[in-house]
């Protein structure tokens, strides 16, 4: 099956490809689950020939990650915006928590996690694949994600309980990730985040 795809240069038509491929990949996971990502799958949906796939990735594992990744700057940018209209380091904090559990409402967290924990199914015999430590690891862009939003807390908590800011910031990250994980259980974003907002509270007038 050929790319039902016109393009003006080769590289425009790679560039188009590849967006296709992620594009595809992630209908798949959204739709059917990590256990369903498959090259004979995402290559109907996208309407490539299967092996053409390795010619813009290494392996469908590389797929669930690229699915992952395009997130994160729009993340990371409405984060820096936001943050940025706030002098004060708690009205800072107060707003990286808040955006933070938004974007998780609306992305759908567990479901990214699963995205990159979850094995693959290819074919009838079992297969190793990649953990997602192994799979996350290959990310720059996660870990980039994850150590700046840590970073940041970090900074915050130390201008405000010098004295608790490793406590602080440590509970405010399990907090946060408490958040997230009651949302991808169903309950209300608006309770969520007055909750995570009370304990922050706390936190604040620890020192």
């Given amino acids: 099956m050929s790319p039902k795809i016109s ?5 425009e038509h790679r560039t188009i490809m590849f967006e296709k491929l992620v594009d595809s990949a992630e209908e798949v996971l959204r739709n059917d689950g990590p256990a369903a990502l498959t090259a004979g799958v995402v290559a109907k949906s996208a309407g490539i020939a299967r092996n053409s796939i390795y010619r813009y990735v290494d392996s469908i594992d590389d ?7 395009r997130y994160i700057p729009e993340w990371g940018d409405r984060l820096a915006r936001a943050v ?3 002098d004060e380091p708690y009205d800072r904090l107060q ?8 974007i998780g409402s609306e992305a759908g967290h567990q479901w990214l996690v699963d995205v990159l924990t979850a094995g693959v199914g290819r ?5 190793e694949t990649p953990s997602g430590q192994d799979i996350q690891s290959r990310s720059g862009a996660v870990i980039n994600f994850h150590q700046e939003l840590a970073r940041h807390i970090t900074e915050l908590w130390q201008q ?3 004295k608790n800011a490793t406590i602080n910031s440590r509970m405010t990250r399990s907090l946060l990730d408490a958040g997230l994980t009651l949302l991808d259980q169903g309950h209300d ?3 969520v985040k007055a909750t995570s907002m009370r304990v922050l509270d706390a936190l604040h007038a620890s020192d």
């Fill in 63 to 69: 797929l669930r990650v690229l699915v992952l990744e």
């Fill in 95 to 102: 707003t990286l928590i808040d955006l933070s559990l938004d």
């Fill in 160 to 162: 405000l309980t010098p």
């Fill in 84 to 86: 940025e209209e706030h």
């Fill in 189 to 191: 974003l608006a309770q």
């Fill in 7 to 11: 393009a003006s240069t080769v590289s």
């Fill in 123 to 127: 074919g009838k015999k079992p297969v």
